[in-house]
């Protein structure tokens, strides 16, 4: 399979809220994880990203992705997704009573592959804008 296919399906079903146990086959064991955000400051493993990832879907059920451009290196075993999450907080899931506000946030992935399995992902996010389009600051 190709870098790019991986990459694809790995970031649909973590951005569907799959979870660890089943974005794990993309992966190498110990693959780890980065960003620059307040938000996710204490997540260092792709494990933990992928739990809090599919965590989002319990206030925003109708939380999902629309990517926008997958590229691949496969030379240089990189891929790079954009993307726009989009959701709407209709559920309290312990962070409050629902604001009823919607969310268009852009971000970007780029996957550092190893032997054909994602081995690190960089997440390029600006999360008090994201945070602040929910009411949640």
């Not at 979870?19 to 493993?45: P, R």
């Not at 891929?79 to 559920?91: D, E, K, M, N, R």
């Not at 190893?114 to 996010?125: A, E, L, M, N, Q």
Request: aromatic share 10%.
């Amino acid at each position: 399979m190709s870098i790019k296919q991986t990459a694809h399906d790995f970031c649909e079903a973590c951005d569907a809220g799959k979870g660890w146990e089943v974005c794990q086959e993309w992966c190498t064991a110990g693959a780890t994880f980065s960003v620059q955000s307040d938000a996710l400051a204490e997540i260092k493993t792709l494990a933990a990203y992928t739990e809090w990832a599919k965590g989002l879907l319990t206030p925003m059920p109708d939380a999902h992705a629309e990517f926008q451009t997958l590229m691949a290196d496969e030379d240089g075993s990189r891929a790079i997704l954009f993307s726009v999450f989009h959701g709407t907080h209709t559920v309290d899931a312990g962070n409050g009573a629902p604001t009823g506000r919607k969310v268009a946030s852009d971000y970007v992935y780029v996957l550092d592959f190893d032997g054909g399995k994602i081995r690190h992902v960089t997440k390029v996010w600006n999360d008090v804008h994201a945070l602040t389009q929910l009411g949640w600051m």
